[in-house]
């Protein structure tokens, strides 16, 4: 993976492991390998039909019985990222995520750590663009105590004062950190240049300047307004029985308060109506280029043609176009990829790339080479056939694991996609032709309107305008 697609993962999404015994980590790579056969047979076998109902609270509770192992994944989905954040202070959606298991009303930090690994346990946050979710993940015979801590950090977090400043701090520092980075310098640019007054511009982290901005009190205000029971999709899948995880959730989530929900509105980047050049000075030998416009929402229906045009021009790896324009025959670039990054609100679409200096014109100039030839003609029988093939042969590797399954169950919920979506996505992908292909790629792809990002060595580049 080159420094672009590395930042690119830091700058949206930091994972914030909070708790994960060591005995855990072992256990998960032993279960790991098991699961992936039982859960894509499952999946193959169109068993995945959870029960869904609603608790008098508000919360969302999907429940998938899967019995061939004494585990139980726990998720829970907290409809508020960093899309609520103010803008002025961009980062608070991760920060309040970061800070749920540092010391509860009930449990210090040193508890809730001492506790989930004394039997082996995990307990993880993260705060995305979207949403945040909290997920426990404990054997059979633990699932109370899972429960357990999950409800507690999710209702009851006391926001110690001294740990505040102390892990704002400790993002801060990671966050000069990764300015040392051309793809997260590249990325941040790209955004700030797509997204201008909308709330995907800032990193999910925030920025030191941001950052510096929030206060204790804000962190208390965003819990307390978006953390509420009716935000909040609960999914649990394993080796739980329904009755067994309805009276869990009465048990320890039922006395959570409902609360007044804000509304959301959903926005459109700005359409770029020029090619829009930002070049950023950094004394090294390749330049990192990212180059794009807006994409497509996760609900847009076109989303699965665009999937396979995407996979045939450049998320495809080795037989992608891009690779084989870029990489295999002129040798401009050791990888490239292009992305589509579907979200609640219409997100982006990119390639980025490293060449050297040099020939920085001349991968720009290959890159809008291959966005042209997939509007201007059909993709091949071939072309279409392999990405159909990997789209479909894939797909039951997103389902391998409880943790991967209960994250894709709750997303599924989020997004409204309807639970059929497990048995219907290969239909969905085999049902796109090659005329399909080449219309989303006219609709979605624009050579001409975008925004150009390169970091580098500009003098040597001579980056055309």
Do not use: C
């Amino acid at each position: 993976m080159n420094h672009t697609a590395r930042a690119n993962e830091r700058f949206r999404s930091r994972p914030r492991i909070i708790r994960q015994g060591v005995f855990a980590r072992k256990l998960g790579w032993v279960l790991s390998a098991a699961l992936s056969v039982g859960l894509s047979t499952t999946a193959m076998a169109a068993d995945i039909v959870p029960t869904k109902f609603t608790t008098p609270n508000g919360i969302t509770v999907l429940v998938l019985e899967q019995h061939f192992l004494p585990i139980v994944e726990i998720h829970a989905l907290v409809k508020a990222g960093s899309a609520q954040d103010p803008p002025e202070k961009a980062g608070l959606a991760n920060l309040v995520a970061s800070l749920l298991d540092e010391g509860t009303t009930s449990r210090t930090s040193k508890q809730l750590a001492e506790q989930i690994d004394f039997v082996g346990g995990s307990l993880s946050a993260q705060a995305g663009e979207d949403f945040t979710t909290v997920s426990a993940r404990v054997i059979k015979k633990d699932l109370d105590l899972g429960f357990t801590l999950l409800a507690d950090i999710l209702q009851r977090p006391a926001f110690p004062k001294q740990e505040f400043e102390r892990v704002r701090s400790q993002i801060i520092g990671e966050i000069a950190s990764d300015n040392d980075d051309p793809g997260h310098v590249a990325m941040k640019a790209f955004n700030h240049m797509v997204f201008q007054n909308h709330p995907y511009r800032w990193p999910v982290n925030g920025t030191e300047e941001t950052l510096s901005k929030i206060t204790l009190a804000d962190v208390q205000t965003f819990y307390a307004r978006e953390y509420l029971p009716n935000q909040v999709i609960l999914t649990i899948v394993g080796d739980v029985t329904l009755e067994q995880a309805t009276a869990l959730v009465q048990t320890h989530l039922g006395s959570w308060k409902k609360g007044v929900v804000q509304p959301r509105t959903a926005r459109k980047p700005v359409s770029i109506d020029k090619k829009t050049v930002q070049l950023i000075e950094k004394d090294l030998t390749q330049s990192t280029i990212v180059l794009g416009h807006p994409g497509i929402s996760r609900t847009n229906p076109d989303f699965y043609a665009v999937t396979v045009m995407n996979h045939v021009l450049g998320a495809g790896g080795f037989s992608s176009r891009l690779m084989d324009s870029i990489r295999d025959k002129q040798g401009l670039a050791y990888g490239i990829m292009s992305h589509y990054d579907a979200r609640a609100m219409p997100g982006s679409f990119w390639i980025n790339l490293q060449t050297r200096s040099e020939t920085t014109n001349q991968a720009i100039s290959g890159v809008l080479a291959e966005m042209k030839a997939i509007r201007e003609a059909p993709v091949t029988d071939q072309e279409l056939a392999d990405a159909k093939a990997f789209l479909m042969g894939s797909f039951p590797l997103r389902l391998d694991t409880t943790g991967k399954l209960a994250q894709v169950l709750a997303q599924v919920e989020f997004f409204g996609l309807g639970f059929d979506y497990f048995t219907q996505y290969p239909r969905w992908i085999e049902r796109v032709t090659k005329e399909d292909v080449q219309r989303v790629a006219k609709q979605y792809l624009d050579p001409q309107h975008y925004a150009l990002v390169v970091v580098g060595n500009i003098v040597k580049a001579k980056v055309r305008q």
